[in-house]
């Protein structure tokens, strides 16, 4: 349905609008904000409910930001980009993500509001710090393979969703790609002095020159393709009570090989010490659910994704002045362990 004004801030999150977000009658009797210091790219509301039979309990209500990141946000596209993946893509994968009640963007900015189901109280939260258990890595990898094979290679199925959903080696990808660049080199010439306290000797070489070297890491993991999630690490991750994995936070979502997705599933979500002991047998694991995908290419590319991979935690450091210190560990915890698995798989040896 159409919500025709959409609020700016949790005061507009009221009776009126909730009704006629969920198509029924119903209370706000209560509201909280969620992620405080930890989300980066929108705002997060939880929201409980008063209403007939059938009416959740309470809902989540996802915002954009208000800030100086916002203009960033809106030129590389997370917005339209969720939209469009709850509204087209989701209902089809073969991998739970949250019912979306309401899914709206403005006709004239890029303001949003995705209504949608609160999974707190039947699913379990990973702590990314501590990381998954041999059981939920397992899982999440299966699931992960799912979530590829459902796109691997299906060029009509690619070329439907290549508008928005851009391949990483097309020019919109590229382009994007560029700003990427352009902002981890903003971020990494402020916070270097920090940064390479976390990290070893050739994860630094990657980091000083990563915009020269990007392309070359894209060329490297542009194919096999497969629409990906884009960002997936345990904190973008619930399980259900079957122990099965739920698919949250879509702003990122891309055309590239699934194998860089993964080394950053995994290695910024198993400490190195645990995850270096299986890292091959789910990588194994992971190719076997992906047609005539070879572990020797997927081992290849694997080693190019670590490298590419510090990308992700250095540009979210443009907010580290803006992280509580629960985000700040969080984000010095995945520099650590990216920079680790650049150390362990000599990424900057492709170089």
Known sequence: MSVRQLPQSAD??????????????????GSESVGVGTAFACRLFRLT???????????????PIEGDSRAMLDGIGVYNREIQFYREVAPNLPVRTPRIYSAEQAADSTDFLLVME?????????????????????????ALARFHSWSWTKQPLLQRFSDNFWPITSAAGRTLQ????????????????A?????????????????????????????????????LRADNLL???????VFIDFQTVAQECGIREL???????VPPDRLAAVEDDLIDRYCSGLPGYETSQARKQYRWAAAYNLLWPVMANVRWD????????????????LGAAVERHSSADLF
């Open 49 to 63: 409910l008063d209403g007939p039979p059938g009416t959740p309990d309470s809902v989540l209500v996802k915002m």
């Open 12 to 29: 507009g999150l009221d009776d009126a609008w909730a009704s006629q977000a969920l198509g029924t009658s119903v209370r706000v009797i």
């Open 178 to 193: 560029q700003q990427y660049g352009q902002l981890f080199t903003y971020v990494w010439g402020l916070r270097r002095d």
């Open 195 to 231: 940064l390479v306290e976390l990290l070893p000797p050739g994860a630094i070489s990657i980091a000083d020159r990563f915009a020269e070297l990007q392309p070359r890491m894209l060329d490297a993991l542009a194919t096999p393709t497969c629409i990906t999630h884009g960002e």
């Open 263 to 269: 080394e950053y599933l995994l290695c910024t979500s």
């Open 118 to 142: 609160d999974l707190a109280g039947e699913c379990l939260q990973i702590d990314q710090q501590e990381g998954f258990s041999q059981q939920q890595v397992e899982a999440v990898v299966d």
């Open 239 to 245: 399980f259900d009570s079957e122990g099965q994995p």
């Open 322 to 337: 803006a992280s509580d210190q629960r985000g700040r560990d969080r984000l010095d915890g995945m520099v650590f362990r």
